[in-house]
């Protein structure tokens, strides 16, 4: 298994919780299961770690948080995007397509 960087994690986990949530809406015991699925399993987050981010990234408007009842008939408070962050997501990736050269540049 891969150590990580504390230090280089604590900046990365808003960033990753963006992304995840950037695929479909997510309660966050599926969060902490899509992180470590995607990483195999080189990954994981604690809850100590995540529900105090997924706050943090509520209060600063990038995520919603409302409550559904699973399949199970439980309910669970899930995550999803706000236009906001959707509009930060497109213009990130925007970005990252110019810096990839993706994209021409008409100005020249």
Same mark, same amino acid.
């Given at each position: 298994? *891969?150590?990580?960087d #504390?230090?280089?994690?604590? =900046?990365? *986990?808003?960033?990753?919780?963006l992304? %995840?949530?950037? /695929? #479909?809406?997510?309660?966050?015991?599926? *969060? *902490?299961?899509?992180?470590?699925?995607?990483?195999?399993? !080189?990954?994981?987050? &604690?809850?100590?770690?995540? @529900?105090?981010?997924?706050? /943090?990234? /509520? #209060? &600063?408007?990038? %995520?919603? !948080?409302?409550?559904?009842?699973?399949?199970?008939? #439980?309910?669970? &408070? @899930? @995550?999803?995007?706000?236009?906001? !962050?959707?509009? =930060?997501r497109?213009? !990130?990736? &925007?970005?990252? =397509?110019?810096?990839? =050269?993706? /994209?021409?540049?008409?100005?020249?």
């Open positions: 298994m *891969i150590e990580i #504390r230090e280089l994690l604590k =900046g990365s *986990i808003p960033l990753l919780i992304k %995840l949530l950037s /695929q #479909r809406d997510m309660y966050g015991y599926e *969060i *902490i299961q899509e992180a470590s699925r995607r990483s195999d399993q !080189a990954f994981h987050f &604690k809850e100590g770690t995540l @529900y105090p981010a997924l706050h /943090q990234l /509520q #209060r &600063k408007g990038y %995520l919603r !948080a409302e409550w559904r009842t699973g399949d199970n008939g #439980r309910q669970r &408070k @899930y @995550y999803s995007l706000t236009e906001g !962050a959707q509009a =930060g497109a213009a !990130a990736t &925007k970005l990252a =397509g110019l810096h990839r =050269g993706d /994209q021409r540049h008409t100005d020249q």
